[in-house]
Structures are given as C-alpha cells and as structure tokens.
C-alpha cells in the first residue's frame, strides 16, 4: 500500500486533504523533474501536456458551436432578407453548409 512508502519513495505535491488542509501526495514517485519526485498523475510535465490537450479539445468545440450559431444567423438573415452582396462576402465552406442545409440536406463533415 502507498501509505507505507518512506518519505523519500513518496511523490512530493501538496494536495488538500480536505477544505483547509493539505498533505503530501501518498502515491509512489516514478519521475523526478526539477529535482523533486513526482507520481505519474502530478508530473508537471504530463500535467502541461494533459492540460494543453484539454484545451485544444475545448476550443474545437466552441468553434464548432460558435459555427453553428453562425450558420443559424446567416438562415435567419436570409429569411428577413440579406443581399446578395453580404452572402458574397461569407466563406466558401459555409455557404456550401448553407446551400445544403436549404436544400434539405445534411452537409458533410469536413467539406
């Protein structure tokens, strides 16, 4: 069991033991970085990396969304009447969604 490792085979982060107190990590350190033993869950590294592909997945989903959104503002401009000139101006790909979804089909992915 992790809680009868010795202090020096122990990862060193801090982490809360509850809402005020924080105690030393019980798991077994397997890396060192900067000098300090980490387990794998609170290598810094890996954390970064965790973090940076977390992120990475957060904004390809609001930018889906936010297409989305934009596409349903473009129909209902369309509906009230927007010229010709701004329909123009928008990119190919979403005017390629908009012409598909107007005809009652389903644009494809990544067209």
Known sequence: MANNLSPEERCEKRVSSDSWHQSRCSRKAVTVEDGK???????????????????KLYNQKWDRKREE??????????????????????????????????????PRQGA
């Open 37 to 55: 033993r980490y387990c794998r869950q609170h290598t810094p590294s890996l954390v970064a990396a965790k973090e940076v592909e977390k992120t």
């Open 69 to 106: 959104y934009h596409r349903g503002d473009v129909l209902k401009r369309i509906s009230e009447g927007i010229t010709t000139v701004e329909l123009e101006k928008l990119s190919p790909k979403l005017l390629k969604g908009l012409l598909a979804r107007i005809q009652g089909e389903r």
